[in-house]
């Protein structure tokens, strides 16, 4: 507990280095899934190459790509932007599913009755399909928010640092309080991050949150 209370300025400007290393990919992620999942859930032919080529990106030891993706593209492996990259690769592999299956869940007659109205097919997306499939989208990136604030630790085996800092500085010099303090704040993180993300999805989609409250008085009347 002493070393945590003498290091707090070290554990706090390695967090905030942390956060903003793991919100940069998933950010980049969403907006790459997007065009990808739609893809998917437009074109029947080309969904199941898509998704599985997207979902075995995940299968890429983490190690490995940071090493072979400088070695390809020709920046350092050091580089913050090497960690970057490679995260944004991972949430894309998570979410492109998640956006196709969330475009897949919105219901063929509301559709149809947004054509029927005179929706272009851009604006039928953006008003209705993508809102419509949010909540399986939300659900995605709350799972590839908490993975990539997890794999970020990573970073520091190629001497990327962050909180992964802690992990191996603590190991080295046998100090389990400095490895504890980089579990804790990575756990945190991930808890705030996911906090965040659900309070995100009640504003932009307050139609969820009233429709599972009309669900639970109907499962309250029915018993």
Known sequence: ???????????????????????????????????LGWVAWRYRLVRGPVIVLTGLLYTIPSLA????????????????????????????AILVRAVADGLDSVDADVLQASTAMGYAAPRRFFTIELPLAGPVILAGLRVT????????????????TNLGYLFTNGQQRRLIPEVLAGVVAVVVIALLVDALLILAGRALMPWTRATAIATRRAKAAGA
Request: charged share 5%; net charge negative.
């Open 65 to 92: 790509l940071l090493i072979l993706m400088p070695a390809a593209l020709g920046y350092s492996v050091i580089s913050e932007q090497n960690l970057v990259a490679a995260l944004t690769i991972y949430a894309v």
């Open 1 to 35: 507990m002493n070393w945590v209370v003498d290091n707090l300025g070290l554990i706090v400007e390695l967090t905030v280095i942390h956060l903003r290393q793991s919100l940069i990919p998933i950010v980049l992620g969403l907006v790459l899934s997007l065009p």
């Open 145 to 160: 928010a908490v993975s990539t604030i997890s794999l970020a630790t990573v970073g520091i085996l190629i001497g990327v």
